[in-house]
């Protein structure tokens, strides 16, 4: 209970050389409030204390405050820093798509790469936009012995490509295969001198393998063509774009292991058309179709003068093609 001659004053201010005891009695002491503090530009960096710090402690002597060892600034400097350093979900995804490449790195090389990017199509290939089923969810693996995959084993057992980096993966972070495929896939790209491909991991597999009769067959006309990838939610542009994954392999669009923009100067060339030798036997029915279609030529003409433009518009339909149909994890 304070009187009027006398008020309450809080013991860190009693004595204090600021405050005279006539100034205390008219002193009125603010309901303090939580600061606030926001942060622009670049992390503030501690400075070394202009004192050096009190020694530390011996193993019978007591600390009672965390002042003792600090003073304020420090203290404050410590609060602000401390939880930075708890990983974020970022730097987790960032780290485990590092660990992802690395293992794939060791295991993937230039002529394993075609097989590789094929596993992609056909596993993310068997979208369906109206029944909302297929996609990249890793099914391929239930579906390697249907006709449409014939040779697809060799990407993902007999070569060892796939499950021994998976198997050096799952040690450190578990992977779906849907995740793995998607990454292998851009890898197969890039390491052939392709550009360079970000992909986002969480994708869940699936049980069961995909409805049949999805994938696109290699007979099929421009308009077949069209048709189809339209099913899986994918424009003419795309189609294309898609198609130059061709350049690739064994289909004689130039060299079977560097990804440029051959598949489509050699698709104007029609060289097919000519009797001889090995000539007539470059690229597949579906290949050869997409150069009689003036929508597909446009978009071929465009890539076979720009190559940059090609990996730029590849990328963007890949990053969409491994997302469709995908299930998600929960963060």
């Excluded at 579906?143 to 050096?168: H, M, T, Y």
């Excluded at 597949?284 to 150069?291: E, G, H, I, N």
């Excluded at 940059?308 to 963060?331: C, H, P």
């Amino acid at each position: 209970m304070t009187t009027n001659s006398t008020r309450w004053i809080h013991p860190t201010l009693r004595g204090s050389p600021v405050l005279s005891s006539s100034s205390c009695l008219h002193f009125k002491i603010p309901a303090p409030k939580p600061p606030t503090f926001q942060f622009v530009g670049q992390p503030i960096k501690a400075k070394a204390p202009a004192t050096p710090p009190p020694p530390i402690p011996r193993a019978n002597e007591r600390v009672s405050r965390p002042s003792d060892l600090f003073g304020r600034r420090e203290l404050f400097l410590l609060s602000t820093t401390v939880p930075f350093l708890v990983p974020s979900p970022i730097a987790v995804a960032a780290d485990e798509i590092f660990q992802m490449r690395e293992e794939i790195g060791k295991v993937l090389s230039k002529g394993k790469a075609a097989g590789v990017l094929r596993l992609v199509f056909h596993d993310a290939g068997t979208f369906d936009i109206y029944d909302k089923t297929g996609g990249m969810n890793g099914s391929i693996l239930h579906e390697l012995d249907r006709p449409e995959n014939k040779g697809l084993k060799k990407s993902v057992k007999a070569s060892f490509i796939l499950e021994k980096a998976k198997s050096q993966i799952d040690i450190l972070y578990p992977v779906s295969w849907a995740d793995l495929i998607a990454v292998a896939g851009a890898e197969a790209v890039s390491v052939c001198g392709g550009p360079k491909i970000p992909v986002q991991l969480g994708r869940i597999d699936s049980m069961l393998a995909d409805p049949e009769q999805k994938l696109p067959e290699e007979s099929l006309d421009a308009a077949g063509l069209k048709q189809c990838f339209q099913r899986t939610g994918f424009s003419t542009q795309e189609l294309v774009a898609l198609s130059g994954a061709h350049t690739l392999g064994s289909k004689g669009f130039g060299n079977p292991t560097i990804f440029d923009n051959s598949y489509f100067k050699i698709l104007l060339e029609k060289p097919w058309l000519s009797s001889a030798g090995m000539s007539a036997m470059i690229g597949l029915p579906s290949d050869r179709a997409l150069v009689e279609d003036d929508e597909c030529t446009t978009w071929i003409s465009k890539y076979a003068n720009d190559q940059n433009l090609f990996f730029e518009d590849f990328k963007d339909a890949y990053i969409k093609l491994v997302n469709t149909g995908a299930r998600w994890r929960s963060i």
